[in-house]
């Protein structure tokens, strides 16, 4: 049985092309960028090869960026940095959104004696950046957004606010993890201060990660140790990954326009599949401003986890914001934020794809899917009683 | 993904014994949408014998939840309501090989769902009552079935109550309570599983036996306003009175039983207990 891999806002595969450019410097090319001889030299100047791509992804000047092990890293970088050069100012304004890298760093820095606003979101998961003017005070270290959600694919009004904060003079950061690759990016048109971008959401490996600071904005490092990337990230490169970096975000950039209207057809072909044949199902996010690559569909009064287990039998990778997948107890804590209702948020599920993915993918998932849900239907007790009419975005696709 | 055993997986995809019972002399309900994980459990029974005819469930709910529901109708089919009655969650979540630690609650609500439907066919509602206290709001958790858990499973740690009952999985706000009711249960009862002394003369069993009432057994059981007195020891045989609100409670087998297990547990594995009627 062949995998169908519908999951790549967790992770992407590493893009062929990608692992041939590593390759040499996983095997022969093994200097170290930071020696005097020409033999590690010539890996220094790979590196500086791929900063240059990475930077040409979002319209950066290489020199702004700056490596690192992970998205994480990034984040955690560029929060605390805003916190190490304005020490007299104590509070944080994200959203109840983010990536744990950012919100669990707050709730870290909220349990230190910082403040800490997290701005709602709507129904939609839309932020509002009203709320945002509300929230900003004299105390207000740095902002940081993400640009593109993780499990709704929704994306914020990161140019706007950019603009906004820049006229108050506000550091802000993005995490633009999902974003990167998948949509336009341009540091030059936003005023952002710093972007967070990791490598295997975009066809480059695990454990390879970049960010994006702004010439002239005041920064302090978190790692700490050698003069590695200009004494901005400590620790020797992790070279053969930031050149499969810089492949992959060459080959994004390239081919952004073609895989916007190729993910976005394969992806509302599955959502309005599903929508079709399968009673109550609602889409959760704006369809109006989304990710090209991403659907979040809850499947009511079913419970996610029974629904990837099923779809497992049949190679379907998904991944769900249900509780039960994770460990915790309390359902994805983005559809809770967006008041999707208790009979829809246990049985979410979020298809993310990629340029791999293929019309015959989309055929199995609408082929297996129905049956799945009827049967796990069947099996519940709430199964009876399910009102007629079913509510969610489905207007268009009906 | 969850490492499932085999067992688990079949029993999920595969479950026995789902739907409704047309007519069910006993329905048993527990768990909500809101929770996350629901189950309905219908028995037919024969009334002469109470003799589960046929056990059937509806769940909602993740892989373990399903299972462990297809898992306590196979458990119970056949069997005596009384019989049923001693079926624990351990014995669900043995007779799948096992469930991973943090969805034990799974193998839990199945219990609770045989109780609740033995409860319904006996006329007595199991369904919390406003008198008994709700220390997890997240999960509606009582304080009751915290005590009870913690205690039918050697729980210690709040974790476990939280992978056993989902309390103190939300906000986290009941856990300093939970760590209050662990402490309160095993400093009169020491969770550690002493060795069974071998080899007793009877009269030193006797007195064993009465010790570990008085001190294992009786304070828990008048925490919850009841009591129990023992009547006659005779051999492995313990016959004993319930009190308080035990006595004559929809629930006294299970409180019997738990009695039991203590007993094997502390004294000898072949302990009997029987109520003095
Ligand atoms: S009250 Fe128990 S977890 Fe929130």
Redesign the interface.
């Known amino acids: 049985m062949s995998t169908i891999y519908l999951d790549n806002n967790a992770t992407t595969r590493t893009a062929p092309e990608v692992l041939d450019a590593m390759m040499p410097y996983l095997t022969e090319f093994y200097g170290n960028p930071s020696s005097m001889h020409t033999f590690g030299g010539q890996v220094h100047k790979k590196i500086e090869e791929a900063r240059e791509q990475v930077a040409a992804l979002i319209n950066a000047e290489p020199e702004e960026i700056v490596f690192t092990s992970c998205g994480t890293e990034s984040d955690n970088t560029a929060l605390m940095s805003a916190v190490e050069t304005l020490p007299a100012k104590k509070h944080l304004i994200t959203t109840r959104v983010e990536h744990p890298a950012v919100l669990n760093l707050c709730h870290h820095l909220g349990r230190k004696g910082f403040r800490t606003t997290y701005l709602p979101v709507d129904m939609l998961g839309r932020l509002d950046p009203a709320a945002l003017d509300k929230a900003l005070d004299d105390d207000t270290a740095i902002v940081s957004i993400m640009f593109a959600n993780n499990e709704t694919g929704v994306i914020f009004p990161v140019e706007e606010i950019a603009l906004r904060l820049h006229e108050q003079g506000v550091l802000f950061h993005t995490d633009a993890v999902q974003a990167a690759g998948k949509i336009p990016l341009d540091v030059k048109k936003t005023p952002l201060h710093m972007l967070t971008i990791s490598g295997h959401k975009l066809h480059a490996p695990k454990g390879i990660g970049a960010l994006f600071v702004r010439k002239g904005t005041r920064f302090h490092p978190y790692i700490i140790g050698g003069h590695q990337e200009r004494s901005r990230r400590a620790g020797t490169e992790n070279v053969a990954s930031i050149i499969g970096l810089g492949k992959a975000a060459e080959l994004a950039r390239t081919n952004l326009e073609e895989e916007i209207s190729y993910l976005g057809r394969l992806r509302d072909r599955l959502e309005r599949g599903l929508l079709n044949s399968c009673p109550h199902a609602r889409v959760n996010g704006d369809i109006a401003s989304r990710l090209p690559n991403t659907a979040n569909i809850s499947f009511e ?6 629904i990837l ?2 779809l ?2 049949f190679g379907i990778c998904a991944s769900s914001g ?4 994770s ?5 994805s804590h983005v559809l809770r934020a967006m008041g999707v209702p ?2 829809a948020v ?1 049985g979410s599920i979020r298809f993310s794809l990629s340029r791999y993915n293929t019309d015959r993918d989309i055929d199995t998932v609408l082929e297996v899917m129905p049956g799945i849900v009827n049967e796990l239907r ?6 009876r009683s399910i009102p007629e009419g079913s509510g969610g975005q489905t207007k268009e696709y009906t | 993904m969850w490492d499932y055993t085999d067992k688990v997986k079949e029993a999920f995809l595969r479950p026995k014994n789902v739907g409704e019972i047309e007519n069910a002399d006993a329905v048993g309900e527990v768990g909500s949408i809101v929770c996350g994980d629901a189950l309905k459990l219908y028995l037919r029974i024969d009334k002469a014998t109470e003799k589960i005819l046929d056990a059937r469930f509806q769940t909602f709910g993740c892989a373990s939840a399903i299972a462990s529901s297809s898992a306590l109708t196979e458990l119970i089919r056949g069997k005596t309501l009384d019989e049923a009655l001693a079926v624990t969650n351990q014995d669900i979540a043995d007779f799948l090989g096992g469930l991973p630690a943090q969805k034990m609650h799974c193998s839990v609500m199945g219990r609770e769902a045989l109780e609740a439907a033995i409860a319904n066919y006996r006329g007595a509602p199991i369904r919390k009552t406003d008198a008994e206290r709700v220390v997890c709001k997240c999960f509606d958790v009582t304080e009751e079935k915290i005590r009870r858990v913690a205690m039918d499973n050697h729980l210690t740690t709040v974790d476990e109550v939280t992978n056993f009952t989902k309390a103190g999985g939300g906000c986290g706000e009941c856990k300093p309570e939970i760590e209050n009711i662990l402490a309160a249960i095993w400093s009169a009862q020491p969770p550690l599983k002493p060795l069974k002394p071998k080899g007793m003369t009877n009269l030193q069993k006797i007195a064993l036996i009465q010790e570990v009432i008085e001190r294992d057994i009786r304070p828990l059981l008048q925490a919850d306003n009841g009591d129990v007195e023992i009547v006659d020891i005779d051999g492995n045989r313990v016959v004993v009175a319930l009190r308080g609100i035990c006595s004559g409670c929809s629930m006294s087998e299970v409180t019997l039983k738990s009695i039991q297990d203590k007993l094997r547990e502390l004294v000898s594995d072949d302990i009997v207990i029987q109520e003095s009627r």
Do not use: K, M, Q, V
């Open positions: 009064y079913i419970e996610g986890e029974a287990l099923r497992n039998e249900s509780a039960c997948t460990g915790s107890l309390e359902p208790y009979t246990h069947e099996l519940s007790p709430f199964g």
